[in-house]
């Protein structure tokens, strides 16, 4: 059973948390209020009490929403576990119950208002967190087999993920946590990877991987030599990059990219014909299930 009362206080501690405002907040204000950084304060004061909430939600979205290492910060007192729906729900509603105030500052220093902590700030955190996010059970066991004990939380939280929620995909996961071990090879990165690769690629089961592997690395060496001028081609890479271009990143750090994809997915292959050994009994079932 998840601490409850643990995630309710540390929830509570985040959220009353000062904060300081993002300039794409500050920004928003401004261009949909016409409130202008000195009049910040005037516009908690006039403003934000009349807002509807999803006004609260377009506003501040980009202040409450958490990232990977927030959301990690919570596996520890989740565990194994999730929160169920009525459990989340009470959680939110003990949130509302606390009145929580926080305290936000301008970008520049010169603002600090008070306010109340909005149900949408609530919301919007908690629902992203993903608390009732599930790991499946199959995985968990692989973790504690497999994973170095230091990481296992960062795992723990990738496998959550919508993509090993299928029991296709978990044997791919599975499969390649074990052949980390038995090549004295994991790492956090090549886990992370291995999730946003799944995600994109989508493959249908773990027979399919070497030549999807095969596929990126020959893709990110073709598009390495057309760089110039042009960014990323390669979708995964866009997928990756969503919002930057060549305007922020060199043509020596896109091609840097690349070669760390083409590096990862090398990596994932040599891993991959280890597989056979490492987990012949995944292997088995994986190839009964095509046949079946």
Known sequence: MPNTHLLFEMLQNDLSAPRILLEQVVSYINDHYNYAGPELARFFEEKFPTLEDYE?????????????HHRLEYIPALGAKHLSPSD????????????????????????????????????????????????????????LANVPQESH????????????????RQQILAAFLRAFKHRNGFSTVKVSFLTNFVRTY????????????????????????????????????????VGNNLTQLSERDVWAHYDHMIDLAGQLKADWAEIEAAAPDIVEKARGQLTA
């Open 153 to 168: 939380n960062e795992v723990n939280l990738l496998g959550r993920e919508d993509t090993w929620q299928s029991e296709a």
């Open 56 to 68: 609260v939600d377009l506003t501040f979205s980009p202040q409450y929403t958490p990232a990977e």
């Open 202 to 241: 989508r493959p249908a089961n773990l027979f399919d991987l070497e030549r999807q592997l095969d596929s990126l690395i020959e893709s990110c060496q073709v598009d390495k030599e057309n760089v110039a001028g042009r960014g990323f081609h390669d979708e995964y890479l866009k997928a990756l990059n």
């Open 88 to 143: 989340l729900g009470l959680l939110k509603r003990r949130l509302y119950d606390a009145q929580m105030d926080t305290i936000l500052k301008s970008p520049d220093g010169r603002t600090e208002v008070r306010v109340p902590v909005h149900e949408t700030f609530i919301d919007r955190y908690v629902n992203l967190l993903r608390l009732d996010q599930k790991l499946p059970e199959a995985l968990h066991q692989e973790i």
